[in-house]
Nanobody
Framework: QVQLVESGGGLVQAGGSLRLSCAAS????????MGWFRQAPGKERDIVAA????????YYADSVKGRFTISRDNAKNTVFLQMNSLKPEDTAVYAC?????????????????WGQGTQVTVSS
């Protein structure tokens, strides 16, 4: 069982930055692939970025490439999402998710554990 708790969301102006953190419980964090997803009102929950268990492989949605960076610290059981050059269309609830590492996946139904999410609001 893995419990995930996100933090770092908030209100920021367009062009600003935020750093999201996702703290995981358990001693096997380093064996899990991690993903960040977001859901805007009235829309589907979509993948933003993902990172494999070792940090050697990452994925980014086209909409965030060059602006967002996913990273992890296995010693601290934490995964991060650095978000730069934020746009109003980035406004959403951001949630992290965990899946025991096999092959890095971007499909939300493949992830087994989810955090509650943190709100990110970007004003124009």
């Amino acid at each position: 069982q893995v419990q995930l708790v996100e933090s770092g969301g908030g209100l920021v102006q367009a062009g600003g930055s935020l750093r999201l953190s996702c703290a995981a419980s358990g001693r096997t964090f380093s064996s899990y692939d991690m993903g960040w997803f977001r859901q805007a009102p009235g829309k589907e929950r979509d993948i933003v970025a993902a990172i494999n268990w070792s940090g050697s492989s990452t994925y980014y949605a086209d909409s965030v490439k060059g602006r967002f960076t996913i990273s992890r610290d296995n010693a601290k059981n934490t995964v991060f999402l650095q978000m730069n050059s934020l746009k109003p269309e980035d406004t959403a609830v951001y949630a992290c998710a965990a899946r025991r590492g096999v092959v890095l996946t971007t499909t939300r139904n493949d992830y087994d554990y989810w955090g509650q999410g943190t709100q990110v609001t970007v004003s124009s």
